[in-house]
């Protein structure tokens, strides 16, 4: 099966400037989380979607990133502005809709951001 | 929410030795725990899980167990193979994953 695909692999901006990513998860997984990865740390879950709707963002910075997910496939997640901090990788996972509490994400080749 | 502690940091071991990693979890509602391997530039991938029912599982090299009253659970890699080495994450997750800081094992031939 297709997995999941991120676009762009690579992106460099200077501070202040906005970026975006787009997402589109494996077919029929109703469930959708963007996570940010800080060299030589674990993935932090940005935001999760389930379907369209948003079932936790709270560790995501709502001063500067947004994210949607329209019709409950495809996502972007945006930075406005950019800083330093910001430099990771953004990962993209998703997963079948949950029923008893369990189920395997499936991770995309993330975003690696570079803000300068 | 969910806070998952992984250690060790850093593994080494000699080619053939066995490794163990361990992680520890806060929310008791947790009930699936996936372990992720993660090479240089790649996406993790999963590559064994466990679920709250269940106190151990193995896949050929590789086992995990699993203690919900003491809330901790364990990765364990025998016989390793230099193509161990990897970056590994531990998870716990009720719909949600919260994944350890990583341990970086170098597995010398």
């Known amino acids: 099966e297709a997995g999941v695909a991120q676009s762009p692999r690579y992106k460099i901006i200077e501070k202040r400037q906005s970026v975006a990513f787009w997402c589109n998860p494996i077919s029929g997984h109703a469930t959708l989380y963007w996570y940010q990865q800080i060299l030589g740390q674990g993935p932090k879950l940005l935001i999760q979607f389930q379907n369209n709707g948003v079932v936790d963002d709270s560790q995501l910075p709502k001063d500067r990133f947004s994210a949607e997910r329209l019709k409950g496939v495809d996502s972007t997640l945006k930075i406005q502005p950019a800083k330093l901090e910001d430099s990771a990788v953004y990962l993209c996972?998703?997963?079948?809709?949950?029923?008893?509490?369990?189920?395997?994400?499936?991770f995309g080749q993330g975003t690696r951001l570079t803000v300068v | 929410g969910e806070n998952v502690e992984q250690h060790p940091s850093t593994l080494s071991v000699q080619e053939g030795d066995s490794a163990v990693i361990k992680c520890t979890y806060s929310?008791?509602?947790?009930?699936?725990f996936p372990w992720y391997k993660q090479e240089l530039g790649k996406r993790p991938q999963l590559i064994i899980d466990i679920r709250s029912n269940v106190g151990e599982k193995k896949d050929q090299r590789i086992a995990v167990t699993l203690n919900k009253t003491a809330k901790h659970f364990s990765l364990h890699i025998t016989e390793t193979q230099p193509e161990d080495s990897a970056v590994y994450f531990c998870a716990a997750s009720t719909n949600k994953f919260y994944f350890g800081s990583g341990t970086k094992l170098n597995v010398k031939p």
């Open positions: 929310d008791s509602a947790s009930n699936y």
């Open positions: 996972a998703s997963s079948q809709r949950p029923t008893k509490g369990w189920t395997e994400a499936f």
